[in-house]
């Protein structure tokens, strides 16, 4: 399994408060390291605030177990 930590940022003037995020991990070369889509519905952030969170990629979802993430990627949709 694979943790990630992220911290939500919100530029907007409204509150952001998305249902469902794609989560993609790539590793230093580019490839796909894990990917998911969780449910966010309980993540609001207030605008111009920050807010963390942890995002657990279960076994199956990890496509690449001896990435290299010296550097990585995040991709949020």
Not at 3 to 17: D, E, K, Q
């Amino acid at each position: 399994r694979l943790v990630v930590g992220l911290l939500f940022r919100n530029g907007m003037s409204t509150p952001y408060s998305p249902e469902k995020l794609h989560v993609e991990i790539l590793d230093h070369a580019g490839d796909l390291v894990a990917a998911g889509t969780f449910d966010a519905s309980r993540v609001e952030v207030k605008p111009g605030t920050s807010r963390p969170w942890i995002v657990v990629f279960p076994p199956g979802a990890v496509k690449k177990a001896d990435a290299d993430l010296k550097r990585w990627k995040l991709k949020v949709t």
